[in-house]
């Protein structure tokens, strides 16, 4: 009896070491992964969650955090795109890597370089005016300069890419403006609005700002607590004053979504077009 006990003791003994090796090892960015697949609209979901996971990772990784980034985002232009702005705007109060974050708006460039559909060039023109104003603040003037030639010379050719001009600050605005370039600008800083779910009718968002009779404050997310600046949203109403439209064409990032979302609830008197 007693010797059945003892080989029964061991035999639980080597079960629990087995099932101690079979914990799986830590594989990188793979929670961001499936948070990005979790998210409605993928890397264009929750900015806030995404950058949290994120963060998070980047603590885990310690150094071997680049490693492991670069080898992550490989061929994925739209990964470089999204996680150049992590790490130039972390969360959680972690140290901000603009120099990495250029390195990968690089990288994504050069990953499109070569592809001529609609999407990929705008893409190309999000990180050149990305790039341009990133290189300007590390004091990289040339750099910067030749990015916004690129970026101009993209909507010179096709007009119709202002859609994928990105938003960005108002300082940030100031900043591309400022830079030289080679060839004339066809845009205004303000982003072209147009969207293909916009309504056709519209008034033009100067007159309607001072006649709202219910403009709801914002409630931004608390990633964007450090965040400031002007956001502009355009707006399309119907003949009652509600809103039925409503689309963020500048301003920080982080703010755009609880511009959009107040600017849905604003309500306007019922007037015409002829009575603006």
């Known amino acids: 009896m007693k010797a ?71 061929g994925d232009a739209e990964k470089h795109y999204w996680i150049s702005s992590f790490l130039e705007e972390p969360v959680n109060g972690s140290k901000p890597l603009p120099y990495l974050s250029l390195l990968v708006m690089q990288q994504g460039l050069s990953l499109l370089r070569d592809k001529t559909d609609e999407e990929s060039v705008g893409r190309s023109l999000s990180f050149g005016v990305l790039a341009a104003v990133l290189s300007q603040k590390l004091g990289f003037r040339d750099l910067a300069s030749s990015y916004k030639n690129e970026a101009e010379r993209l909507l010179s050719r096709d007009p119709d890419l202002h859609a994928y001009f990105p938003a960005i600050s108002e300082g940030e605005t100031k900043i591309y403006e400022a830079l030289p370039s080679r060839v004339k600008s066809v845009r205004s800083s303000v982003p072209n609005d ?27 997310p608390i990633s964007a607590r450090d965040v400031s600046g002007e956001v502009v949203v355009s707006i399309v109403f119907d003949e009652s004053g509600k809103v039925i439209w409503a689309h963020a064409v500048s301003g920080h990032p982080l703010l755009q979504k609880a511009a959009e979302d107040a600017a849905h609830k604003a309500l306007f008197p019922p007037f015409t077009l002829a009575g603006c």
């Open 4 to 74: 059945s006990l003892g080989v029964l003791s061991i035999c639980i003994l080597l079960a629990g070491f087995g099932a101690v090796a079979q914990e799986p090892a830590h594989v990188p960015f793979a929670e961001l992964e499936r948070q990005v697949k979790k998210q409605d609209g993928g890397w264009n979901g929750d900015k806030s969650v995404l950058s949290a996971v994120f963060d998070k990772e980047r603590r885990q990784l310690g150094d071997r955090f680049e490693f492991e980034l670069l080898k992550y985002i490989a």
């Open 194 to 220: 147009n969207s293909a779910d916009r309504p056709k009718t519209r008034v033009s968002a100067g007159v309607l700002n001072g006649k709202a009779t219910s403009l709801p404050i914002p409630t931004y």
